[in-house]
Structure formats: structure tokens, C-alpha cells
């Protein structure tokens, strides 16, 4: 496959001003991108933009992306400011750790909110814009999604919705010629691997992250890996790569699925009847 150059592509990224974003936006910007970068914390996405240069290059948006409108405000004014939209990274993401019989059921819902319902709300406000670009999404999922700890319940719920809804999404849109992506690291150093160890639990429960199989990579190896997978439209990014195995195990008859379930125009039809409400029944069992 021809490699897919990003330089002078407009990229959007959520959660721009974290660990991972913040690394992500270093190495896209180093490709010549163009940056809509998108943060809850409006004077760090700011001074982070203004640190690439001027607006024409990388250019800050407040978004919480628990707000629909919040996030398609921003996406739709990225387009008009940047004149396209070719990449979006939904990035956004907090944890937890505590257990179902402890843990407050607010957390709960804020992780799923931000991990999982966070994406899918930037691919929605995003897709007719990548649309337009038969360009490309990624949701930033985990090799959570695979592999589940214990006192993680909403943070691998999420991180395997992810996965789940980045493979759907992908067969909806693959008619357009866009391509959607889920990337799924291993542990990594960023702020949240600071609150891991530094809560007992999570040391713990992974020995610090030090060995095993529990052992934390180089943040730029993650980086590389995602953009690389990014510049291939990979519908799958494992990082390390030595990991590829155990993410494709639970995924080795999708394509028999995809083949052989959804033939020729089947989805482009069921998406053209379905129900704006994505449900007809008024039972709810």
C-alpha cells in the first residue's frame, strides 16, 4: 500500500495536551501536519498550539468531550479554518482502580463517557468531514481491550468498546473509502502510569511495571507505532508489535464476518433505511 504522507494533511486530536497526545502531537507536527488540537484544558491546548507556531500550522479549541456540541463546534470550525479534515485521533481517555463493590458509580460513568462515548462522539462530529478526504479515524484503545485486569472494570469496558465500535465504524464507512483504526499499547510512562504507582493497588496489582509481562515501553515507541500505523490506514495498532498476537486472536474470524455477513451493498442500504433514533420498538426489556 502507498504510503499515506501526512504532511499538509489536517489532523484533529483530542486529549492533545496529556501524555500520549502531547507526544503525538510532537511527531505529527514533525511530519508536516497541520494540528486541530482539542483539550479540556484551555490554557495548556493554547500555549501547546502556540508552541508549533502560527495558527495557519496548529491552532487550540476548549472541547469537552463529554459535549457533543462542544466537539462539533470545533471539529466544524478546524475544517473551516485548516480547509479540510483528513485524520482524526479520538485520544481522550482517564481510568480508575476500584473495585465493582467499591468504586463510585459516578467513576464508573465518567470513564465510559470519556473513553468510549468520547470517541464515538468525535468520530460522529468528524465523519462527513473525513468523508470528504476519504481520509481516516483512529480511536486510542488499549491492549486493555484484550487483556482484562481485575479493579479496571470501566476502564477495559471502555478500551473493548473501543476496539468494537472502531470496527464497526469501519464497515460502515468503508463504501466512502475511509479507513478507521484502533491502537492498542501496552503500558507506557505518562501522568496516568504516575497515579498507577502511585496508588498501592496499582502497584501492587502490576509490580510497578517493571518486568513480566506487565513491563512498560518507551513512550516513543508508542508514538512511532501509531503514526506509522496512522501513514499505513491500519485497521489495527499494537504496540509493541511483539503483542500482535494476543490482539488478533479475538479477532481472527472478523474477516471471515466481513466477508462472507455483510456482501456487496448490503451496509450502505441497512444504513440508507435505518431509524435516526437507531431504534423502532417502543419496548424496552
Do not use: C
Not at 132 to 148: D, E, K, N, P, W
Request: avoid cysteine; proline fraction near 5%; glycine fraction near 10%.
Amino acid at each position: 500500500m502507498t504510503r499515506y504522507e501526512l504532511s499538509g494533511r489536517t489532523v484533529v486530536l483530542t486529549g492533545s495536551t496529556g501524555g500520549l497526545g502531547a507526544a503525538l502531537a510532537t511527531e505529527l507536527h514533525a511530519r508536516g501536519a497541520n494540528l486541530a488540537l482539542l483539550d479540556l484544558h484551555a490554557e495548556a491546548v493554547q500555549d501547546q498550539a502556540t508552541s508549533f507556531g502560527p495558527d495557519s500550522v496548529a491552532r487550540a479549541w476548549t472541547v469537552d468531550v463529554r459535549d457533543l456540541t462542544s466537539i462539533q463546534t470545533a471539529v466544524d470550525e478546524a475544517a473551516e479554518h485548516f480547509g479540510r479534515i483528513d485524520v482524526v485521533i479520538a485520544n481522550a481517555g482517564v481510568g480508575s482502580m476500584a473495585s465493582i463493590e467499591t468504586l463510585d458509580p459516578t467513576a464508573f460513568e465518567r470513564v465510559v463517557d470519556i473513553n468510549l462515548t468520547g470517541v464515538w462522539r468525535t468520530f460522529r462530529a468528524a465523519v462527513p468531514h473525513v468523508k470528504r478526504q476519504r481520509g481516516y479515524l483512529l480511536g486510542i484503545s488499549s491492549m486493555a481491550a484484550f487483556v482484562h485486569s481485575p479493579l479496571n472494570g470501566p476502564y477495559v469496558a471502555s478500551k473493548a468498546g473501543v476496539w468494537a465500535l472502531a470496527d464497526a465504524t469501519r464497515l460502515e464507512l468503508r463504501h466512502h473509502g475511509v479507513d478507521v483504526g484502533s491502537a492498542h499499547p501496552t503500558f507506557f510512562e505518562t501522568p496516568m502510569m504516575d497515579d498507577v504507582h502511585a496508588d498501592p493497588a496499582g502497584r501492587r496489582l502490576w509490580g510497578g511495571n517493571t518486568s513480566g509481562l506487565w513491563k512498560m515501553i518507551p513512550l516513543d515507541e508508542v508514538v512511532a507505532t501509531i503514526v506509522d500505523g496512522i501513514e499505513r490506514r491500519k485497521p489495527l495498532i499494537v504496540a509493541p508489535k511483539s503483542n500482535s498476537l494476543f490482539a488478533r486472536i479475538p479477532g481472527l474470524v472478523r474477516p471471515i464476518v466481513d466477508r462472507i455477513g455483510f456482501r456487496g451493498n448490503t451496509i450502505p442500504e441497512v444504513a440508507a433505511l435505518a431509524s435516526e433514533t437507531g431504534w423502532i420498538s417502543s419496548r424496552h426489556d
